[in-house]
């Protein structure tokens, strides 16, 4: 299951008058590489607390992602709980980030 997606990227806000209210903001759009994990990402995963459906992003290295987003893809919500980034070497520059399906 290989895709290119367009994923919408939300941001968790504090209020400007009450920092205790916090909402998701809309940040924009990207377009990705949406992949699941393969069998080692998802030992790592397991082992950093994944427990539930996890997947890979490639992005563009200027993507606005950050490691405390959310991001939706095809209307299913995933937090976002990592992000590397792959820069000047052999590789063609990306971000590789693992997202995680939100239990709802």
Excluded: C
């Amino acid at each position: 299951m290989k895709t290119n997606k367009t994923i919408a990227i939300t941001r968790l806000t504090a209020d400007a008058v009450n920092p205790n209210i916090k909402t998701w903001q809309d940040v924009g759009t990207a377009t990705v590489m949406f992949l699941p994990l393969n069998n080692e990402q998802k030992q790592i995963a397991k082992a950093e607390g994944i427990m539930g459906k996890a997947y890979n992003l490639y992005a563009e290295l200027g993507a606005d992602i950050q490691a405390t987003n959310r991001v939706t893809i095809d209307s299913e919500k995933y937090d976002v709980r990592g992000i590397k980034k792959y820069e000047g070497t052999q590789t063609v520059d990306h971000l590789e980030i693992i997202i995680e399906k939100i239990k709802e």
